[in-house]
């Protein structure tokens, strides 16, 4: 068994929307950095065959390029595709108790929602200034595992 060498995989894959705006900041050598949480529904019928829904809250960082993206793209209720890895930190509270916190380093973020569908009254104005490109979807899009629902969510 000692032969036994374990894969290193670290990816993460999910879809949600935001729970509140964005937290942009720049670190101490300006590097752009903004934490968001998002909120991914999975719906599943119980033992009673009845629809339930299950919500999951996850922690996102993005760094650089990515960051700015984000900030001027994302506020309360975006709906987002994130591909990240997984990462923990630990940090002290203002009471000097030990926290630690998983939470996505994206890598790659695809933001669902089409130019002017913004929510949240203080990012208005950032609607006017960012134009996102429509995408088409190939064969190999994850479009093809939503809902009809999902996806009229996506086209509003």
Not at 22 to 50: C, L
Not at 72 to 86: M, P
């Amino acid at each position: 068994m000692a032969d036994l060498k374990m894969p290193e995989l670290n990816s993460v894959v999910i879809a949600g929307n935001l729970t509140k705006d964005p937290v942009f900041r720049e670190t101490s050598n300006n590097t752009p950095v903004v934490n968001f949480h998002i909120a991914a529904n999975r719906r599943y019928k119980d033992s009673n065959n009845q629809w339930q829904e299950d919500v999951c809250y996850v922690g996102v960082v993005a760094w650089n390029k990515l960051a700015e993206s984000c900030r001027a793209r994302l506020v309360k209720g975006s709906a987002v595709l994130i591909e990240g890895e997984l990462q923990s930190r630990t940090f002290r509270t203002d009471d000097e108790r030990s926290r630690t916190i998983v939470e996505i380093k994206a890598k790659r973020i695809q933001f669902l929602n089409k130019a002017g569908k913004f929510t949240g009254s203080d990012n208005d104005d950032k609607a006017e200034d960012v134009v996102i490109p429509e995408k088409s979807y190939d064969e190999n899009s994850f479009d093809k595992f939503l809902t009809d629902e999902e996806s009229n969510l996506i086209k509003e």
